[in-house]
């Protein structure tokens, strides 16, 4: 890491005196910085000179834009012409003194610009550099203009699911935005472990295809060893079973079998131990081939209660189950109050908003002290008035650039 803390960085965090180089837009890129940001990297965030495309998209209060600020928390954004001669030498500037460098633009674009790996690990051999994109940097796909929903489509994730009789359908979040920039912060780490050892820093290659095609083991197990094909079940697991969603009397629950001794738990809490002696569900497979029928056996039990009541008789039995919750009644739970997972902060012109954070808790580093995400280009002076290389005269250009286009 950089011998100087960076004033943006927070001591006492895991990557206080990380600095990051962000040249990332919308959503898998950003979420891959905002990780490293609430962990005490220092991330600049580099802007095109009208901004990051997400925040033109809603919802908006005061004008900023909901997602923008959930994705950018903890970052310092410059503004910069990469086109122009100024605005490369800047960022040449800037990658000799950074950690780490992340990019989401199409495969050859960085390159175009001067910013790519080769460019910039000439200026610092100590960087490591991410690219994330839709599929990756080589195959036959790597041109492919992609989005989330593009990489669910290709990747199986699609066609995986949804009810067996319906048309395919996403995942309700932007999962292979989200999963690319999860292992790209993942990549980052491996890659500034293993400068400890060599003193060099190296190229990582993520696509939202392959992170979304590696978060499938069940379908590729099917596909390996069973007698039919990865399909869709709809709530149901495709090789446990009970393992889905099924009716209550004031509506639906899930059960989570996946083995006979909580299958024994379950059928004693319907008071019909016997269930688990049954030739027809003595296993996992014959459960899972007698589906209907066990399906008929717990829903006549569960129809004289209500949801509350059969999750509270199967918690107490210690068989995994659980009510299906809105997405406002998991944002307001207790669960996500006593883990931390929203905090509410200042931002100067939306007022208080809640902000997230990456979700796992750090022994001795509290959880937290977010800050807002930055109002375009506002740190453009205070990141390159400290840089020697960079004159006066050129700094003055930067910003009226920049101050013109807004």
């Given amino acids: 890491m950089s011998a100087n803390q960076p004033s943006g960085s927070e001591p006492g965090k895991p990557l206080a005196g990380l600095r990051v180089l962000d040249f990332t837009q919308i959503l898998a890129g950003p979420f891959c910085t905002a990780l490293l940001a609430d962990l005490g990297a220092d ?19 005061n004008g900023e834009s909901a997602l923008f600020l959930l994705v950018n928390r903890g970052k310092k954004s410059i503004c910069l012409d990469l086109k122009s001669d100024d605005g490369k030498s800047a960022a040449h500037a800037l990658a000799r003194g950074v950690d780490v460098v992340v990019e989401n633009f199409r495969p050859g674009v960085a390159a175009r610009l001067g910013i790519d790996y080769p460019s910039l690990s000439e200026l610092n051999d100590r960087l490591v550099y991410a690219s ?10 790597a041109n492919r203009p992609s989005y989330d929903l593009i990489a669910q489509a290709a990747s199986g994730l699609m066609h995986m699911t949804g009810a067996p009789d319906d048309p395919p359908t996403k995942v309700g979040e932007s999962i292979g935005d989200l999963t690319a920039g999860l292992f790209a912060s993942w990549a980052i780490l491996a890659r500034l472990y293993e400068r400890e050892r060599t003193g060099r820093g190296g190229y990582v290659d993520v696509a939202m295809f392959d992170a979304l095609f590696s978060l499938m083991p069940t ?16 709530n149901r697991h495709p090789l446990s079973t009970p393992f889905g969603a099924f009716q209550a009397r004031d509506g639906h629950f899930i059960i989570a079998v996946l083995n006979d001794g909580q299958f024994q738990a379950l059928c004693e ?3 019909h131990a016997d269930l688990a002696q049954d030739a027809r569900f003595e296993t996992d497979e014959l459960r899972t081939l007698n589906e209907a ?6 829903e006549s039990w569960s129809a004289g209660f209500s949801v509350a009541e059969v999750v509270g008789k199967l918690t107490a039995a210690h068989v995994p189950s659980s009510p299906i919750q809105s997405m406002e009644q998991a944002i307001e739970s207790a669960q996500v109050a006593a883990r931390g997972l929203l905090v509410q902060h200042r931002h100067p012109v939306a007022g208080d908003v809640p902000a997230m954070e990456q979700p796992v808790q750090f022994e001795g580093a509290p959880r937290g002290n977010i800050q807002p995400a930055p109002a375009l280009g506002a740190h453009t002076r205070e990141v390159f008035g400290g840089l020697e290389c960079i004159d006066p005269a050129t700094l003055e250009r930067l910003c009226r650039v920049q101050e013109d286009a807004l």
């Fill in 43 to 61: 991330v600049i965030k580099v802007e095109p000179i009208k901004g990051d495309e997400y925040r033109r998209i809603g919802p908006f209060r």
């Fill in 132 to 141: 994330i994109s839709g599929f990756g940097q080589s195959g036959p796909d």
């Fill in 219 to 234: 379908a590729v197990a099917q596909w390996m060893f069973g007698d039919t094909p990865p399909a869709r079940v709809g």
């Fill in 269 to 271: 809490t319907m008071d």
């Fill in 293 to 298: 029928d066990l399906r008929s056996v717990i």
